[in-house]
C-alpha cells in the first residue's frame, strides 16, 4: 500500500508571499541561526560574491544605463538586498525540505536552518544566487536590444 501511496504523492509549487520584516521576525526566534548569518554577512566570502555582484554592476554599467555615480549611491542598497535576499533564500530551503523530505515536521526548521547557515553552504549558495542574477540581468539587457548584425530576409 505504502508503494502506491508514493507513486501517487504529487509535488505542488506553493506561491508564498513574504515580507522581509516577517523572514526577520522569524529567524530572530533562532539565535544561532542568526549568529551564524551575522557572522557569514562580516565574513570574507561574502564580501567576495558581493564585489562580485558589484563589479558585473560596473561592467555592465552602459547597458542598465547606471552611471558611476548611481552605482556608488546604490551601494549599501544593493548590500542590504543581497543579505535580506539570503535570508530569505535560506528560510523558502528549510521549508521547502520540510515539505518535501519525508519524515520532516515544522519542528524541523530550526535543525533545517542550522544546516542551511552552515558556512561552506552559505558560501556556495550566496555565489550560486550572484551567478543567477547576473545571468539573469545579461539576459533581461541582451534581449532588450535588437539584433541587427545577421539581417534575416523573409519572403
Known amino acids: 500500500m505504502s508503494e502506491i501511496k508514493e507513486v501517487n504523492e504529487a509535488y505542488f509549487q506553493i506561491p508564498l508571499l513574504a515580507k522581509t520584516s516577517q523572514v526577520e521576525e522569524i529567524?530572530?526566534?533562532?539565535?544561532?541561526?542568526e549568529a551564524k548569518l551575522n557572522e557569514f554577512f562580516n565574513s570574507e566570502n561574502f564580501f567576495i560574491c558581493f564585489e562580485?555582484?558589484?563589479?558585473?554592476?560596473?561592467?555592465?554599467?552602459?547597458?542598465?544605463?547606471?552611471?558611476?555615480?548611481?552605482?556608488?549611491?546604490?551601494?549599501?542598497?544593493?548590500?542590504?538586498?543581497?543579505?535580506?535576499?539570503?535570508?530569505?533564500?535560506?528560510?523558502?530551503?528549510?521549508l521547502k525540505n520540510i515539505f518535501t523530505v519525508s519524515g520532516k515536521t515544522l519542528n524541523d526548521v530550526e535543525e533545517e536552518l542550522l544546516y542551511l547557515t552552515e558556512k561552506e553552504f552559505l558560501s556556495?549558495?550566496?555565489?550560486?544566487?550572484?551567478?543567477?542574477?547576473?545571468?539573469q540581468a545579461e539576459s533581461m539587457a541582451n534581449s532588450s536590444f535588437a539584433d541587427y548584425t545577421n539581417p534575416r530576409y523573409t519572403s
Open 52 to 94: 562580485d555582484m558589484m563589479r558585473f554592476v560596473d561592467e555592465n554599467k552602459s547597458q542598465f544605463d547606471l552611471s558611476d555615480a548611481d552605482i556608488e549611491s546604490l551601494r549599501s542598497d544593493f548590500l542590504v538586498s543581497l543579505k535580506v535576499n539570503t535570508k530569505v533564500n535560506i528560510l523558502s530551503n528549510a
Open 124 to 135: 556556495t549558495f550566496t555565489m550560486t544566487y550572484v551567478e543567477i542574477l547576473k545571468a
Open 27 to 33: 529567524l530572530r526566534q533562532y539565535p544561532m541561526v
